[in-house]
C-alpha cells in the first residue's frame, strides 16, 4: 500500500501586526518631534578644516549676514523647563519698559534667532503676515548711542550663565563688522567664543607626504 504524502505547505509570516507596531511607532516620533524653528538669515558660513563640533543645547549665537545686520539667539538649555528664552524677554522687558504678554512670553520661548529693534517686538510677535514680519528683521542695533545687541548678550549672560557663545557669521561680511561683534563681546568679559564654520574635507596626495612617510 503507498504511503499517503501530506501537502507541502509554504511557510506563511503574518506581517499585520508589524505593520500596526510600525505606525503606532511613527505616529508616536511625529506627535513627540520638535522641530527647529527655521532661521530669520541665510548664513553661508566659511571653510575650515576644524572638527570641533558646537553644543547643541546651551549655547548663544550672534548671526552675521552677508548684507551686514546682526541676528541673535539662545536655545532654552539641555533642560526645556528652563524657559530661559522667556525669561530673557522678560528681563529686556524690564529694562526697555516694555510689558509683554504671557502669549508674547510663550510664543517668543519656541521661536528662533531673530534682528529687529527691541521697539518692534510685539509687533513682530504678534504679526500672522510672514512678509511683514521679514521686513521688520533689519538687523539688532549695535551703534554707540543704542547698543541693543550688548543689552542681549548681557543679559543672556546672566540668565544661563553656563551658555557657550558662538559667532556664524557669512563667508562674505566684512571683516571689520566681525571684529565689532568680538569687541562688543570681550566688552562684556565674554573673552571665549567660538567661530562657525563648515567642515573642509582635505584631500592627501603622495607629493603632499613627508619624504619619511613615502
Known amino acids: 500500500m503507498p504511503k499517503i504524502k501530506p501537502p507541502v505547505r509554504t511557510p ?10 510600525f505606525s503606532v511607532l511613527l505616529i508616536f516620533l511625529l506627535l513627540t518631534a520638535s522641530f527647529r524653528p527655521q532661521e530669520a538669515a ?14 547643541d543645547a546651551d549655547l548663544m549665537t550672534i548671526f552675521i549676514a552677508k548684507d551686514g545686520k546682526v541676528f541673535f539667539n539662545i ?3 539641555k533642560d526645556t523647563s528652563t524657559h530661559f528664552r522667556s525669561k530673557l524677554l522678560g528681563k529686556i ?9 504671557k502669549a508674547e512670553i510663550a510664543k517668543f520661548g ?10 518692534d517686538l510685539k509687533t513682530w510677535l504678534n504679526s500672522k503676515d510672514s512678509k511683514e514680519k521679514e521686513k521688520l528683521q533689519t538687523g539688532i542695533p549695535m ?24 559667532i556664524k557669521g557669512d563667508a562674505d561680511t566684512d571683516y571689520k563688522l566681525v571684529k565689532k561683534v568680538m569687541d562688543l563681546l570681550q566688552d562684556n568679559k565674554v573673552n571665549k567664543f567660538n567661530l562657525v564654520t563648515n567642515l573642509q574635507k582635505q584631500e592627501v596626495t603622495m607629493k603632499d607626504l613627508p619624504p619619511a612617510a613615502k
Not at 12 to 21: E, G, S
Not at 42 to 55: C, D, F, R, Y
Not at 143 to 166: F, I, K, M, P, Y
Open 42 to 55: 541665510v548664513i553661508t558660513t566659511p571653510q575650515s578644516i576644524s572638527e570641533k563640533q558646537a553644543p
Open 75 to 77: 536655545d532654552n538649555g
Open 93 to 101: 522687558g524690564e529694562q526697555y519698559k516694555i510689558t509683554f504678554t
Open 12 to 21: 506563511h509570516i503574518d506581517m499585520t501586526p508589524m505593520v500596526d507596531l
Open 143 to 166: 551703534d554707540s548711542t543704542d547698543n541693543q545687541l550688548a543689552w542681549w548678550v548681557r543679559e543672556a549672560r546672566l540668565t544661563n550663565v553656563g551658555a557657550e557663545v558662538a
Open 110 to 119: 519656541t521661536m528662533s534667532s531673530f534682528g529687529l529693534p527691541i521697539k
